[in-house]
């Protein structure tokens, strides 16, 4: 037989809370990470985490480099994973996180700004490199899920290619030589973020997707 406490009224049970965890957008460079993930911020309220922002300055020592000598920003070591995953975790845990302001033109950090999480679930986390974050996330139980957006290697390409002229991210003539090589080199960029977890999705699949994310 049951017993009513000793106040008389009955008790209310603790409501546990939504577990705080990381989706993970990666794809090519232009592929449409960052137009999904405004979107679904602005559908979801969800914060938005640029992972580029985490890029390493032009003058940091031991960056990656290609066989002509110029660094090669498409390689993981030109950017700061550690320092990604820590501000994560931070946003996670406090709430709230410091995260870097990134100046693509001139390859250097310029200023910071705070990310806050507000009441939201989950925090979007989007960039070339997020996959490599998705093991120790996964590990800690941190991670909502990995997904690979793309949209075709000519579209991307196209995408790419305005973007940064409007952005003038470089010069003209290595943003025409950069494009074509990552086009060339799509298909296999996309099967290695197969390899590392990521699920290939278009970007209208990952607006489907992710209304199921944060019930």
């Known amino acids: 037989m049951s017993t009513a406490p000793p106040d008389g009224h009955a008790q209310t049970p603790e409501l546990t809370p939504a577990p705080r965890r990381v989706l993970l957008l990666t ?24 992972l580029d922002d985490y890029y390493r ?5 031991d960056l990656p480099r290609r066989p002509d000598g110029l660094v090669d920003w498409d390689h993981v070591g030109a950017w700061r994973a ?28 310029v200023s910071e700004r705070v990310v806050e999480r507000g009441g939201a679930p989950v925090v979007l986390a989007e960039g070339i490199f997020a996959a490599h974050l ?19 290697p000519w579209t991307t390409f196209g995408r790419r290619l305005v973007r940064d002229l409007a952005e003038r991210r470089k010069p003209p003539h290595v943003l025409w030589e950069r494009g074509h090589r990552l086009r060339r080199t799509e298909p296999v960029f996309v099967a290695h973020q ?13 607006e489907r997707r992710a209304r199921t994310l944060g019930a």
């Not at 998705?134 to 075709?152: F, K, P, S």
Request: aromatic content about 4%; overall charge neutral.
């Open 134 to 152: 998705a093991a120790e996330l996964r590990a800690a139980g941190q991670l909502a899920d990995l997904w690979c957006v793309t949209a075709g």
């Open 82 to 109: 550690d320092d990604a995953l820590s501000g994560l975790r931070e946003l996670l845990t406090t709430g709230r996180t410091l995260v870097p302001t990134y100046d693509i033109s001139t390859s250097t950090r």
């Open 57 to 61: 300055d032009h003058d940091a020592p």
């Open 194 to 206: 197969r390899v590392l977890g990521a699920r290939v999705i278009s970007p209208a699949e990952g």
């Open 27 to 50: 794809g090519p460079s232009g592929a449409g990470k960052s137009r999904l993930a405004k979107r679904l911020s602005a559908e979801h309220g969800w914060p938005v985490v640029p």
